[in-house]
């Protein structure tokens, strides 16, 4: 009876570390990448939906619009940055991006902009 008790208490235990997991990670074995691009690119979207629902939609100030003619640098605030350099501001100057959706989930409008290239073809 003792180990029948003690195998229910592991799997209890388990199970409550998992359930601290993300879902999408805590399952994920194949595709995680694009698993979590998918989040990614949803969380913007949703992000941009609730901006415009509350009636505020400049909080996001940059966007793919605002890229380059080749898509690898983006204007922000009067300053061409390439991808490395927006995620080192985000870095730095979180309180600078608090409101914006590419910071809040976390892609770039560089990425963005390649996933929808990609899906062109």
């Known amino acids: 009876m ?3 008790l003690l195998i229910l208490s592991e799997f209890a235990v388990v199970g409550s570390l998992l359930a601290d997991i993300e879902p999408a990670k805590a399952f994920c074995i194949f595709n995680c990448a694009a698993e979590d691009l998918k989040n990614r690119l949803q969380a913007n979207v949703d ?11 400049g909080r996001t100030a940059y966007g793919t619009e605002d890229l380059s ?7 922000v605030k009067g300053t061409w940055m390439t991808e490395d ?4 501001d985000w870095k730095e100057n979180p309180d600078r991006h608090s409101s914006n959706c590419y910071f809040i989930a976390d892609i770039t409008p560089q990425e963005s902009e390649r996933v929808y290239q990609e899906s062109l073809k």
């Open 69 to 75: 003619a080749d898509g690898k640098e983006v204007l």
């Open 85 to 88: 350099e927006l995620k080192k």
């Open 2 to 4: 003792k180990s029948l």
């Open 47 to 57: 992000c941009f939906q609730n901006q415009i629902m509350m009636g505020v939609p």
